[in-house]
């Protein structure tokens, strides 16, 4: 199996007054293709900042990141929209699905910003929406839905522009136990049928559910 994204020597620090707060010392790490890995800590172990560094959100002070191939953080603004729109599926905590719009158009939107028209990505959409069990959701806002429909919404819109990477923070955070642990059972599922996932998480039950956890200890990486 090859490398689906490499870190070498991530380091990340905020300005803090006159000082700087280190918030990621030397963090390097690899996920492989079809892997599926949780990345788990506290609150402050810094592991936020490090998901918005994979999920090209942000950039390190110093090291390397590779994913699927390309060198991260040698890429314009512009590059680095496309390479988030093209090759990261995100999944939030609170769904960030948009009110205004139905489930079919909330998953048709990222097809959309590629620069798809209606026309093509409509059963692009439609497809991942059944793959989730939605296909009678179509029309509904989001307001009409429980949380667990919410997310397999979020989650039929990450995978509509079949991403290399998902990138799921929190998942579980905004769901009852037993919703949760179904989202978990399809993310088993989804990494069995070759998706590469990788989750952030505090919950010890909800980090194994993946094949192997790295634990995040004050901006360190402390075991994989």
Same mark, same amino acid.
């Given at each position: 199996m090859s490398d689906m994204l490499q870190l070498q020597d991530i380091s990340k620090s905020y300005p803090m007054g006159e000082e700087r707060l280190q918030v990621l010392k030397h963090v390097c790490f690899s996920v492989q293709k079809g892997e599926f890995i949780s990345i788990l800590g506290? #609150?402050? #172990?810094?592991? #936020? /900042?490090? +998901?918005?560094?994979? *999920?090209? +959100?942000? /950039?390190?002070?110093? *090291?390397?990141?590779?994913?699927?191939?390309t060198d991260v953080f040698r890429l314009e603004p512009g590059q680095?929209? +496309?390479?988030?729109?093209?090759?990261? *599926?995100?999944?939030?905590?609170r769904y960030h699905l948009l009110p205004q719009y139905n489930v079919l158009q909330n998953v048709m +939107?990222?097809?959309?910003? !590629? *620069?798809? /028209?209606? !026309?093509?990505?409509?059963?692009?959409?439609?497809? #991942?929406l059944a793959r989730m069990g939605l296909e009678d959701r179509l029309k509904h806002r989001p307001s009409q839905l429980s949380g667990g429909q919410q997310q397999r919404v979020a989650i039929a819109r990450a995978l509509v522009g079949r991403p290399a990477l998902l990138l799921a923070d929190e998942p579980t955070g905004a769901l009852d136990t037993a919703t949760g642990r179904e989202i978990l059972r399809l993310f088993q599922e989804l990494n069995r049928q070759g998706h590469t996932i990788i989750q952030i998480t505090h919950d010890l039950t909800v980090a194994q559910a993946a094949s192997r956890v790295l634990h995040l200890r004050d901006g360190v990486l402390t075991a994989q």
């Open positions: 506290a #609150s402050g #172990s810094g592991k #936020s /900042t490090l +998901m918005n560094i994979i *999920g090209c +959100m942000d /950039t390190a002070d110093s *090291g390397r990141y590779q994913l699927d191939g680095l929209a +496309m390479l988030r729109n093209h090759k990261i *599926g995100f999944i939030f905590q +939107m990222p097809l959309l910003l !590629r *620069g798809l /028209t209606h !026309r093509q990505a409509e059963p692009i959409a439609r497809e #991942s």
